[in-house]
Structures are given as C-alpha cells and as structure tokens.
Nanobody, 119 residues
Framework: QVQLVETGGGLVQPGGSLTLTCAAS????????MGWFRQAPGKEREFVAR????????NYADSVRGRFTIARDYDKNTGLLHMNNLTPGDTAIYYC????????????WGQGTQVTVSS
C-alpha cells in the first residue's frame, strides 16, 4: 500500500506560479511511476505529467509542456509539480497518483488539491 498526500494548492493570479507537493508513505519501494492528473469542473480527469520514480525520465501533456516541471525530492520521498505561467484553463483539482511495480495503470491516488487561477 502507498499513501499519498497532496499539498500546495490555492488561488493564484494568471501568469503566476504554484508548486504542488505529493508526500508518499508506506510501500514506497514499490513505486514505479508517480504522476499528476487534474479534473476541471464538468470535464473528465486528464493526465498532466509523470516521471519514472527511480530515474529522471519525464512525460508531459502538450497543454503544460514548457510551463510545468515534475520532479522528485529524493530525501523526502516526495513528488513535486512546479507550475509556471498559469492560466484560468489550469483551474482544476490536481491529483497525485502512483503506478506500482507490476501494475498496468496508476493504482494509488491522493485526495486531490484545488488550484484556482483567477484575477
């Protein structure tokens, strides 16, 4: 079992920046990928970014590439999502997720954190 807790959401003005944190605990040695997804009101959940836990390999959605950076704090077993140049279109609940070794999809999810981009 892997437990995930997201923090760092909030209200930010267009063009601003925000960093989300995902603290992982439990069987962290089973983590294969860590990723971020988001769900805006009335829309389906969509992929944002992911990285391979034990490497620096990353993937991004086209909508955030160049503005968002996903990273890992190795000392704290924590995933980070640095978000720059935010727009109202980035407003959503952001979820951290983990795909464990052997799983075919992301199988552990955090509770989500709200990000609102508005003036």
């Amino acid at each position: 079992q892997v437990q995930l807790v997201e923090t760092g959401g909030g209200l930010v003005q267009p063009g601003g920046s925000l960093t989300l944190t995902c603290a992982a605990s439990g069987s962290t040695n089973s983590i294969y990928h860590m990723g971020w997804f988001r769900q805006a009101p009335g829309k389906e959940r969509e992929f944002v970014a992911r990285f391979v836990w034990s490497t620096t390999v990353t993937n991004y959605a086209d909508s955030v590439r160049g503005r968002f950076t996903i990273a890992r704090d190795y000392d704290k077993n924590t995933g980070l999502l640095h978000m720059n140049n935010l727009t109202p279109g980035d407003t959503a609940i952001y979820y951290c997720a983990v795909r464990s070794t052997g799983a075919s999809e992301f199988d552990y999810w955090g509770q989500g954190t709200q990000v609102t981009v508005s003036s």
